[in-house]
């Protein structure tokens, strides 16, 4: 059972455009949604995360916009640059104990930006 | 501050046999945690742990074993490998919820790709 679900699978964009990927949640028990970025060879690094009381967060050129009625919410990165090329993981979090948690994540969207 | 290590970095195994990934993190964190990522598929949490001599199962736990009994390291266990768990395997560390406003921001090895053949 897939509790995060991400799209598109993969991404072109311009360098210089928007690039927006998309995240839905089934579980309500959800609590902090993180966006970690992945290069190749390497492991998945931190890159946002937002909290479900909180409809939106910029950090310089990337955007989390959350929407908790919806279950869903997205990552936007405004002028897209090469150095974007990744692949970008959604996650949700939910506490499974004191102290404890478990991270789900998306499978994952593969960005290409072109020059 | 070498932040989350994983040893070794690339390993083949036959069917049947056993192996220990091993998993280290310097940063003095209590929660740790075993990923396989799989083409298509993402991160699945295999195991997880919240400090020495506590562990808990994830998402994909058959197969695989682990303990804690340091807060430095999380050793994660192969018993009779099959070619099912061909993947790459992250190793990752975080502090505990300690209280409101907590992050869980995982900091993530630089993974092991495990082929069983």
């Known amino acids: 059972q897939q509790q995060v679900k991400q799209s598109p699978q993969s991404l072109i964009v311009q360098k210089g455009g928007i690039s927006i990927i998309n995240c839905a949640y089934e579980?309500?028990?959800?609590?902090?949604f993180p966006w970690y970025q992945q290069f190749p060879g390497k492991g998945p690094a931190l890159l946002i995360a937002?909290?479900?009381?909180?409809s939106e967060k910029k950090e310089g050129r990337f955007t989390i916009s959350f929407n908790k009625s919806a279950k869903q919410f997205s990552l936007h990165i405004m002028d897209s640059q090469p150095g974007d090329s990744a692949t970008y993981f959604c996650?949700?979090?939910?506490?499974?104990?004191?102290?404890?948690?478990?991270?789900?994540f998306g499978k994952g969207t593969k960005l290409s930006v072109i020059p | 501050n070498a932040g989350v290590t994983q040893t070794p970095k690339f390993q083949v195994l036959k069917t049947g046999q056993s192996m220990t990934l091993q998993c280290a993190q310097d940063m003095n964190h209590e929660y740790m945690s075993w990923y396989r990522q799989d083409p298509g598929m993402g991160l699945r949490l295999i195991h997880y742990?919240?400090?020495?001599?506590?562990?808990d199962q994830g998402e994909v736990p058959n197969g695989y074993n682990v303990s804690r009994s340091t807060t430095e390291d999380f050793p994660l266990r192969l018993l009779s490998a099959a070619p099912s768990q061909t993947s790459v395997y992250f190793c990752a560390s975080s502090s505990v919820r300690a209280k409101r406003g907590r992050t869980d921001t995982q900091y993530f090895g630089p993974g092991t790709r495990l082929t069983v053949l």
């Open positions: 742990s919240v400090g020495a001599g506590i562990t």
């Open positions: 937002i909290r479900p009381d909180v």
């Open positions: 579980n309500t028990a959800f609590d902090y």
């Open positions: 996650a949700a979090s939910v506490e499974t104990g004191a102290g404890s948690y478990q991270l789900t």
